[in-house]
């Protein structure tokens, strides 16, 4: 028998989280997100404010067609009509709940409702009673519940249960709540009204302004509260609300803590994710709890080692818990030999002692050049450094001068036999001066025929690759180099491109000389 409590996850990003600047979404989204979040597993999807408008209406009625098995929820004023809007957009949902709120705390009442204490009771029986007319799943939420007196808050929430409110969201509207403060007042509102918890789902709302959406959501379900209302990615008004995937993954990785679990299918929250962001083009901060993209990804040298010696002692999740392919070691200047040479095992490379010595001081080298190494660097830097022919001509120094309306001046060193040869050409470009520096060093003609650029990876640091195909003496032969320079790339093609010229050429004479 299962002892622990039921967290209902009542998701808000159609409504609440929608009404952040910039992430409006079209009916068509909207349904998008809507099933997501059905195979998320949410309990109840308030899918919008459907007095705001016709096309809200229309697209809560679209989302009751294609969306059967969480409860949707409409929000609405303490207003008749508004009671009518959410009636007509859910009429088509298997099931259903109305959401009415009503603000209760002092500066609400005196500044924007101008309504006294008893008026606004009244005016909660009333439209509750009414809306029993439509609904059996009625929800009340005395708005700014966390800066009403905890006395008057208990009075209002008692006659919403009487007029038949079926689930009570204690909201902390504008983020003001500290964790302990607001755990107290939903202590409070269990010990006066028994009720809640129970025969009457007790929620909370929490917005973000302070930072402590997530610790206050948590606070309260510790305290008794069974619903927690929240979004995907934590987006919202202002700075948020509670972030749906931490809730739940803080509920399911502190068990021992919280007694307690959720319905949550948690390999499609990183989908869920992603899609919100996608759509809303807001995009999620690197360094955000679980879905951001540095959440599972490890870049210190200490840490990477204890993660490939036993994964929990830097991970107290598993990524692939929440549909991730698994923990990501960041290769970066921080970065170990032991992850280094494990990296390079899974991308298909087995080096010996000496090889993996000239990787890895390449890889530092290249490390301090940028931010992140990603595998596509590792597999040039092996390719650069292990698997390849003989060096006859090696880079030492290379200059770029560029004067506007002149030819460009490049200077370029090459060493062949531990004897560095320079010189200095002119052409159409930079990568035209070098190609005719070496050429007058090395006296070896070759015609480029083709030259291309990509970037192995991405970002302003990505590391370039340069193919070309150059003939000589009716051969072509085609060479590759990479640098975050992409001039530099393009002489070590070049040369590269040379030296197996140069082979090929000793392989020629050694025929000829076994012919004689």
């Not at 509670?242 to 509920?251: Q, R, T």
């Not at 036993?310 to 392919?325: A, C, F, H, N, W």
């Not at 301090?368 to 596509?376: A, G, I, L, P, S």
Request: charged content about 30%; glycine content about 6%.
């Amino acid at each position: 028998m299962n002892t622990k409590r039921k967290i209902y996850i009542f998701d808000t990003t159609l409504r609440d989280g929608e009404q952040c600047p910039g992430a409006s979404m079209t009916p068509e989204e909207k349904v998008q997100v809507a099933k997501q979040l059905e195979r998320l597993s949410v309990d109840i999807i308030e899918a919008g404010f459907p007095a705001s408008s016709p096309g809200e209406v229309q697209a809560i009625q679209r989302i009751s067609k294609n969306v059967k098995k969480p409860i949707l929820c409409g929000l609405a004023r303490m207003v008749k009509p508004d009671i009518d809007a959410a009636r007509e957009a859910l009429r088509y949902a298997k099931r259903k709940r109305i959401h009415v709120f009503l603000a209760t705390s002092q500066i609400h009442r005196e500044y924007k409702l101008k309504k006294g204490k008893a008026e606004l009771i009244e005016i909660a029986k009333k439209n509750i009673t009414y809306a029993r007319k439509f609904f059996s799943d009625i929800e009340f939420s005395p708005e700014d519940a966390s800066r009403t007196e905890p006395e008057y808050l208990v009075e209002i929430v008692k006659a919403a249960i009487d007029a038949g409110a079926t689930a009570v969201n204690i909201p902390d509207t504008v983020g003001y709540a500290i964790p302990h403060e607001f755990g107290e007042l939903i202590q409070y509102l269990v010990k006066e009204i028994p009720v809640l918890g129970k025969t009457v789902t007790l929620s909370v709302h929490c917005h973000n302004d302070l930072g402590l959406a997530v610790s206050n959501s948590l606070a309260a379900i510790a305290n008794g509260a069974n619903q927690v209302e929240c979004t995907i990615n934590g987006i919202g008004e202002r700075a948020g609300n509670a972030s749906m995937e931490e809730i739940v993954m803080a509920l399911h990785t502190r068990q021992d803590t919280f007694n307690a679990y959720t319905d949550i299918t948690l390999k499609e929250i990183i989908k869920a994710s992603r899609l919100i962001s996608h759509i809303t083009g807001m995009n999620v901060q690197p360094n955000k709890a679980i879905v951001g993209k540095n959440a599972f990804r490890h870049e210190a040298g200490i840490h990477q080692d204890g993660i490939l010696k036993k994964r929990q002692t830097y991970e107290i999740m598993d990524p692939k818990t929440i549909g991730l392919s698994g923990t990501q070691l960041v290769m970066g200047k921080h970065s170990g030999r032991h992850a280094f040479r494990e990296r390079l095992k899974k991308l298909g490379f087995d080096l010996t002692d000496e090889q993996l010595a000239k990787a890895f001081k390449r890889f530092k080298n290249l490390a301090d050049k940028k931010k992140n190494v990603f595998d596509e660097d590792l597999e040039a830097i092996v390719e650069d450094e292990i698997i390849r022919i003989p060096v006859t001509w090696q880079l030492v120094s290379m200059g770029i001068h560029v004067e506007t309306g002149k030819p460009v001046k490049a200077t370029i060193g090459i060493k062949k036999q531990n004897k560095v040869f320079k010189a200095v050409s002119s052409g159409d470009g930079p990568v035209d001066a070098c190609y005719k520096a070496i050429e007058s060093i090395t006296k070896q003609k070759m015609k480029l025929i083709d030259y291309s650029i990509q970037s192995v990876t991405w970002g302003k640091d990505a590391l370039g690759e340069v193919n070309i195909k150059v003939s000589s003496k009716n051969e072509e032969i085609s060479a590759r180099g990479t640098s975050t320079d992409i001039i530099e790339a393009s002489v070590k093609a070049y040369l590269k491109a040379l030296n197996k010229i140069v082979v090929r050429t000793k392989k020629k004479d050694t025929k000829k000389q076994c012919v004689l």
